[in-house]
C-alpha cells in the first residue's frame, strides 16, 4: 500500500477503476448523502450526518448566542473541506506530495435581502473567495493547476457554484 498525502493511492485507482467500469458499484457507494436537522430553540439546530453530530447557531447579531458556527460559516468550511480533500487527493493521484494546506474561504451574503428589506435581491453569497495556502516541492504551475482541477471536481464546491435544484416538501 503506496500512501502519499495519507491518502492510499492504489485504493484510489482501485476505485476509480471500479466506478469506470462498473456504474451499480458507484451507485451503491458514494452517490447518495444526507443530514438530518432538527431545531432545538431560538436559532440553534442539531445536525445529525452519517454517524456524526454537531450544532449549529447564529452570531449574537442575528439573535443568537453564538454557541456553535452558523449555517453560512459551515457552508464556506464544507466548501474548503471538500476542497481541501479533492485537492489531496489529485495531488497523490497525480504524485505531488503535499507539505501543508490550508485554504481561508471568504464570501459576501445580502443582508438586505435576507431580512426581507429588498424585493428582488438573493439573500445568498455574491460570491466566495477561495486563497489556498500550500507548501509543496511542486513547481508553482503544478500547485496552481491542481487548484483548478480541484475547484473543477470538488461536489460540494461545484454545488455552490453551479447551483443544486432544492426540493422542498412538507410531511
Not at 432538527?38 to 447579531?61: C, V
Request: glycine share 8%; proline share 4%.
Amino acid at each position: 500500500m503506496a500512501t502519499l498525502n495519507g491518502i492510499d493511492v492504489s485504493a484510489l485507482a482501485k476505485y476509480a477503476e471500479k466506478a469506470k467500469t462498473d456504474a451499480k458499484y458507484i451507485q451503491d457507494y458514494g452517490n447518495r448523502w444526507n443530514a438530518r436537522v432538527q431545531w432545538l430553540d431560538g436559532t440553534r439546530t442539531q445536525i445529525y450526518a452519517g454517524k456524526h453530530t454537531l450544532q449549529s447557531d447564529e452570531p449574537e447579531y442575528l439573535l443568537g448566542k453564538d454557541t456553535a458556527a452558523g449555517p453560512t460559516e459551515l457552508l464556506l468550511a464544507a466548501v474548503g473541506s471538500c476542497l481541501t480533500v479533492t485537492y489531496v487527493a489529485n495531488a497523490a493521484a497525480q504524485g505531488v506530495k503535499i507539505d501543508s494546506l490550508e485554504l481561508q474561504i471568504d464570501g459576501e451574503i445580502d443582508m438586505p435581502s435576507f431580512l426581507g428589506l429588498k424585493k428582488n435581491g438573493s439573500s445568498g453569497y455574491k460570491s466566495v473567495k477561495i486563497k489556498a495556502f500550500v507548501k509543496s516541492g511542486a513547481p508553482r504551475e503544478k500547485l496552481k493547476d491542481l487548484l483548478k482541477l480541484s475547484v473543477k471536481r470538488s461536489p460540494v464546491t461545484n454545488t455552490v457554484f453551479r447551483g443544486a435544484k432544492i426540493i422542498p416538501e412538507l410531511s
